[in-house]
């Protein structure tokens, strides 16, 4: 019941107050909280109340004072009392700006209490009408103390670039004060009269940014005594000061001050940049790394070295051509000489180090060294030679002073001149091999010399073999190495008529396997031809390799048409396109069973050869071929077996024959593995006829028609 009384009173009381009027609820219950009665806490709220306007009040009156003083800064027109009213100035400057201070804090309490907000803009107009004062005591002050400090201080430590600064600056400022107090009398007076020191003070500046340059030197002091007739020297001395240099009366000599002290400068500048492009190369090592498990080392991340050489040797070359290189032109070229050496060294270092890289596993075979002992031998100078340049690189990196080694360029380049005949060695090694083994041109040289670096190994070449021969992935090695089986990529082996053995050096037994492939081939042929008489086509075509069924199938189906054609004409095509037919159904049956995956490709390649034997046989059907004379038949790509009856002098019994047209050639008997055939269109089969025509003719073919039509792939079946 007290504290509803206590609420109920204070409520009262705030209604008659409506500052008071802003208490929320939220407000009141902390009063309540905290142990304050309402009472209590308006009483303080009144106390503060009065204790801020009180701070309004007096800072009002210390605007007023302030506005007086600015209004009355006038009645200074003293110069002589410039320091004096200067620091009247600062002090001044210093109480405006905590006006400023008061003036956003008081604003900012109204804001938050929800007050209205007091306009101040007495402030700013104060602010405004003392900044001429300000500038122009403040510029008058200093150019008072910079005048008395230029001319008494020494000389050589004079700053013609702050002086210059400094100067524009004042001068600026007093060329407005002129203006803004044209009309104000004694402050006039003032403004002339500083604008007018500063004014007489600016011709003096070209001389001391002159003299003041940073690259004077002893010989240009000298020069200009020597042109002026005056003792320039005395310049350098600590006594020499502003004063000094007014009473020697440089006026006259101006222009010739200004030329030496400017070619002084650019001297100078090329001083600097080569103390500069020297600067860079302090610190900066070459990056010799372990090379594998050689023991020696290779020069590596060498691109931000070579980029800095070449940026130098720009930057030198260009200040050679300099007119103001006189007292730098030895420096100059001793430094382009040394960045030129190392230029050519690093070019012949990194062309050696190419070689040496590459020729180091080569020559580390005891096979390579025993078939090459003479380019071995120079190998092995110019190895040692590398380790013993890498061994000194890596023990000092510093760039700069390794390439001043003594003869560091020579070695480069007689290590390179010997790898050079190295290499050539090595070539003419190469092709030796590939002209005793043709297919070696297939294989790259560092294929070639990895299959030549292990020639004790045959088992070193498995993985070249494809490169080598159309598809022959591996080779079937006994224990003993005995080859006795070529497998295919697609995973289909035929064993060898004959086993043979890697004999001698791997050309040698690389023919022998060449020769053994034909011969199997050949083989499996004639006896796939016999096999095929004696059981049904059906079982047969599950027995052979792939490439052996399609040239059987080509075989029989260009005996039996001729023999249809003979003995029936065409009557007995029509007979023929039925066995055709049937025998291509019997194919679809057997893939649809249960094969395994090597037959099913066999079979799949089986079936579009046969696809276009039948399609053949339809249309020369359909046409009326009836004579194994008719075009429509010799222009077919036709196979033919040589056996003993029809054995020549030409081509013996065995022998696979391709003909088309009057053109006959020799089946290649190249192990073609399990592959797959592309399906013969009337284009493959004029590319067929036009390249056995230029074959025929011993010239070469380039089929020609629209793109995706099989003309690349029709050329190397």
Known sequence: ?????????????????????????????????????????????????????????????????????????????????????????????????????????????????????????????????????????????????????????????????????????????????????????????????????????????????????????????????????????????????????????????????????????????????????????????????????????????????????????????????????????????????????????????????????????????????????????????????????LAGASSDPDAISFCKTPRLLQSFTDSNNMLEMVQKGLTEYLETKRAAFSRFYFLSNDELLEILSQSKDPLAVQQHLKKCFENIDRLTFEPDLKMTAMTSSEGETVPFKNGIYPEGSVELWMTDVLEQMKTTVAWTIVQSAADYKTRSRGEWVLLWPGATLIAISGIFWTLEVEEALSSKGNKGLVEYYDMVHGQLMELTHIVSGKITKIQRKSLGALITIDVHARDVTQRMRDTGVSAVTDFAWISQMRYALVDDSNATKDYESGVTLVKQVDGVFKYGNEYLGNSMRLVVTPLTDRIYLTLTGALQLYLGGAPAGPAGTGKTETTKD
């Open 1 to 389: 019941l007290s504290l509803s009384l206590s609420l109920l009173s204070l409520l009262s009381h705030c209604s008659h107050c409506s500052r008071h009027s802003r208490y929320s609820l939220y407000s009141l219950s902390l009063v309540f909280i905290s142990g304050l009665s309402p009472l209590s806490l308006s009483s303080q709220s009144t106390h503060s109340n009065t204790h801020a306007r009180t701070a309004l009040q007096a800072f009002q009156k210390q605007l007023d004072k302030v506005e007086r003083i600015v209004n009355g800064f006038g009645k200074y027109v003293d110069l002589a009392k410039v320091r004096e009213v200067a620091g009247e100035v600062k002090k001044l400057q210093d109480e405006i700006k905590e006006a400023e201070g008061k003036k956003a804090l008081y604003n900012k309490r109204e804001f938050i209490f929800g007050n209205p907000i007091t306009d101040y803009s007495q402030l700013g107009k104060i602010s405004k009408a003392f900044e001429p004062y300000a500038a122009l005591w403040t510029t008058a002050a200093n150019w008072t103390h910079w005048h008395a400090e230029w001319h008494s201080n020494a000389f050589n430590t004079l700053d013609p670039e702050s002086m210059e600064r400094d100067l524009q600056g004042a001068q600026r400022t007093m060329y407005k004060m002129v203006k803004t107090f044209a009309d104000t009398p004694g402050l006039s007076d003032i403004s002339v009269k500083v604008k007018g020191e500063i004014e007489a003070f600016a011709p003096v500046m070209p001389l001391v940014s002159a003299l003041r340059n940073p690259g004077m030197r002893e010989r240009h002091w000298e020069e200009l005594s020597k042109q002026t007739g005056l003792d320039m020297n005395q310049a350098t001395q600590d006594s020499f000061t502003l004063t000094t240099l007014k009473t020697m009366d440089l006026d006259a000599h101006v222009e010739t001050v200004t030329k030496v002290c400017d070619i002084a400068g650019k001297e100078f500048a090329i001083e600097q940049a080569m103390d500069k492009m020297e600067g860079e190369w302090k610190g900066v090592n070459l990056e010799i790394a372990p090379y594998r498990e050689t023991g020696t080392f290779v020069l590596k991340g060498f691109d931000s070295i070579q980029q800095l050489l070449d940026d130098h040797i720009v930057m030198t070359q260009s200040m050679s051509f300099s007119p103001f290189k006189g007292p730098f032109a030895q420096r100059i070229d001793d430094w382009e000489r040394m960045l030129s050496l190392m230029s050519e060294i690093f070019e012949e270092w990194i062309k050696c180090q190419r070689a040496w890289m590459y020729l180091e596993p080569i020559f580390s075979s005891e096979d390579i060294m025993r078939q090459l002992p003479t380019e071995g031998k120079r190998f092995g100078g110019v190895d040692r030679t590398w380790r013993k340049m």
